[in-house]
């Protein structure tokens, strides 16, 4: 059983920055490809990045290519999105993902098969 807890979120102003963080229990956190997904409201989850288990490789959706970095800690079990010139198109709740079954990255929802509880993130024009 994994659990993840994400913290960070809150609102800011367009052009603003936040720090999302995910922190996971389980000792095998290292082995696990880790993912962010946000939902606007009235909307479906929808991809932003991953990273696989090693860290070595990630992936973002082109909307956030330039702002976004996503990074892990395994000594600390984290993983983190740091998001930069946010616009009020970022708004939603965002979740961190783990697939614990591979550390190979995946954009596709269900192949996560943990899920956190989601933290807002509000972005006034």
């Known amino acids: 059983q994994v659990q993840l807890v994400e913290s960070g979120g809150g609102l800011v102003q367009a052009g603003g920055s936040l720090r999302l963080s995910c922190a996971a229990s389980g000792r095998t956190f290292s082995r696990y490809a880790m993912g962010w997904f946000r939902q606007a409201p009235g909307k479906d989850h929808d991809f932003v990045t991953a990273i696989s288990g090693s860290g070595g490789s990630t992936y973002y959706t082109d909307s956030v290519k330039g702002r976004f970095t996503i990074s892990r800690d395994s000594a600390k079990n984290t993983v983190y999105l740091q998001m930069n010139n946010l616009k009020p198109e970022d708004t939603a709740v965002y979740y961190c993902?783990?697939?614990?079954?591979?550390?190979?990255?995946?954009?596709?929802?269900?192949?996560?098969?943990?899920w956190g509880q989601g933290t807002q993130v509000t972005v006034s024009s």
């Open positions: 993902a783990a697939r614990t079954y591979t550390g190979a990255v995946s954009t596709s929802l269900e192949n996560y098969n943990y």
